[in-house]
């Protein structure tokens, strides 16, 4: 719960804003030009269901168009009004921006709960959404590039690039339109599970930086860390499931919308995973004990918290009880501007938005530069690739005159194909943006946090980019 002195999500971001902007060289014209959000459309439509015509409320924002085409998801949630998307559009900015993604920032929402609908129904109301985005070129693959979102995901994403090619039939960069489309609809290995990857490369480069790592009042690795989660979806879940089945980490406790599960030994994330698919919540999972009160669980002992749902959990009414020493913000916004300060002042790390969740938008990036090179990537080199290593390694073995090992040779024959080459990208992404993120940080007193450092970084490269336009 959010007291009411806490300001809006959309005030939120802006006064993180503005404290970065307070620290760097830049003119008040151009850090209001880039903080205004340049364009709400808002559009209500109709759609018969049930015997009834049934009104809807959707919205696309966009708030930078400093490069084109604009990308940012599209959320299914009753939560979505216009002051979350601008929000979380000003969040692709700044996100893109980071990253080096070469886009704008915008973002979605349609104000429905998908649970209420049947898989059909849901299809209609996509399809018309859709449609009405598309007609005002708020959907175009050179201009504004969706992707999934909360409450949407594959599926949605397969309806709205059906559509689009349908009403744009010759356009032969149709499968652009949107990104995290399924494979077989012109999807890319590695996009559903790529935030969740991307905060298992960030938590990995954050523990590659002994500096920051002792900061945060931690020591060793990821291994033996015990780490909550809050919110199992998609990248709650592959995030849990990475950093438990790769790095030994211990998920201590998960949190959902019905209550928290709770193993200090370690909850098993693919058996948890099937058991919410299943049962809708976590109560009843024998992997570990119940509590209703999933709130209270974000402020028990852990060395690392991973608010993966909602904006906003971390607020003035909790930020002082939260006892984990590291922080990363798997979702958008969870951790507001006041919580912000009284953690950062507790000496709490928290590794921001802007960088942990960027996993989706970078393999979104890979998915649309696919889509406009028509070809899977690997699909020339990879046999190359395989046969120049079967020479080296015989040569190498006629040299020496002894055989190399058979698992060796089965692990350096393979040449990159897709999902390598999507995780190399990515975790090449991840680390790059640390290592700026953190040498920010560390180059001056008045840089107080990572997320300071991020928007500096992230509003330098934005405003440099207005300035090559003449703005
Ligand atoms: N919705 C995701 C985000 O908030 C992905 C956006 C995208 O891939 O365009 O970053």
């Given amino acids: 719960m959010q007291t009411r002195n806490e300001p809006t999500f959309r005030e939120s971001v802006n ?6 902007v307070g620290l760097m060289d830049i003119s008040e014209g151009v850090a209001n030009k880039i903080k205004v959000c340049n364009s709400t459309y808002t559009v209500r439509f109709g759609v018969k269901l049930r015997g009834d015509v049934h009104t809807f409320t959707g919205y696309r924002s966009v708030h930078s168009e400093h490069k084109e085409p604009v990308k940012g998801g599209i959320r299914f949630a009753t939560s979505v009004n216009q002051d979350e998307v601008e929000a979380l559009a000003a969040l692709m900015t700044y996100k893109c921006a980071l990253v080096e993604a070469p886009f704008g920032g915008s973002k979605g929402g349609l104000h429905i709960d998908p649970t209420a609908w049947e898989p059909d129904e849901i299809e209609k ?3 018309r959404f859709a449609y009405e985005l598309i007609k005002r070129d708020l ?7 969706p992707a999934p979102d909360m409450g949407t995901g594959e599926r949605e994403m397969a309806w709205i690039a059906d559509q689009y090619r349908r009403m744009n039939t010759t356009d032969i960069n149709a499968d652009a339109c949107v990104t995290g489309k399924p ?3 012109g999807g890319i290995v590695g996009r559903v599970e790529a935030t969740g990857r991307g905060v298992q490369y960030a938590l990995q480069e954050f523990f590659r930086h002994a500096d920051d790592v002792a900061t945060a009042g931690l020591s060793g690795t990821l291994k033996g860390k015990r780490i909550i989660v809050q919110g199992l979806g998609n990248v709650g879940y592959h995030a849990a499931k990475f950093l438990s089945e790769e790095d030994g980490a211990i998920i201590t406790a998960v949190i959902e919308r019905d209550g928290a599960i709770i193993n200090e030994d370690g909850l098993n994330i693919d058996a948890l995973g099937t058991y919410i698919r299943e049962n ?3 109560n009843g999972f024998n992997g570990g004990t119940f509590t209703e009160s999933g709130a209270g669980v974000l402020e028990n002992d852990c060395d690392i918290l991973i608010p993966a749902a909602m904006e906003g959990v971390i607020n003035l009414t909790n930020a002082a009880y939260i006892k984990a020493n590291l922080i990363i913000e798997a979702a958008n916004g969870p951790v507001t501007a006041g919580a912000d300060e009284i953690l950062n002042a507790a000496g709490t790390i928290i590794i921001p938005d802007m960088y942990a969740n960027a996993g989706g938008v970078t393999v979104s990036y890979f998915e649309w ?3 406009l090179s028509h070809i899977r990537f690997g699909r020339m080199q990879r046999r190359q690739q395989e046969s120049s290593n079967h020479l080296l390694i015989d040569e190498l073995e006629r040299l020496v005159g002894k055989p190399v090992s058979e698992d060796f040779k089965t692990k350096f024959f393979q040449g990159a194909g897709e999902l390598e080459l999507v995780r190399s990208g990515l975790e090449d992404t991840m680390r790059t943006a640390y290592q700026q993120m953190h040498d920010t940080w560390r180059s001056r ?4 946090s990572l997320r300071t450092a991020a928007y500096v970084l992230a509003l330098t490269k934005v405003a440099e980019s207005y300035r090559a336009l003449g703005i």
């Fill in 369 to 371: 530069v696919k889509n």
């Fill in 280 to 282: 809708g919540g976590v």
């Fill in 183 to 185: 494979l077989n609809k």
């Fill in 445 to 448: 007193d008045d840089i107080d």
């Fill in 125 to 127: 109301i996509t399809r």
């Fill in 15 to 20: 006064l993180m804003f503005d404290k970065a």
């Fill in 139 to 145: 959907i175009n693959p050179s201009q504004n590039v």
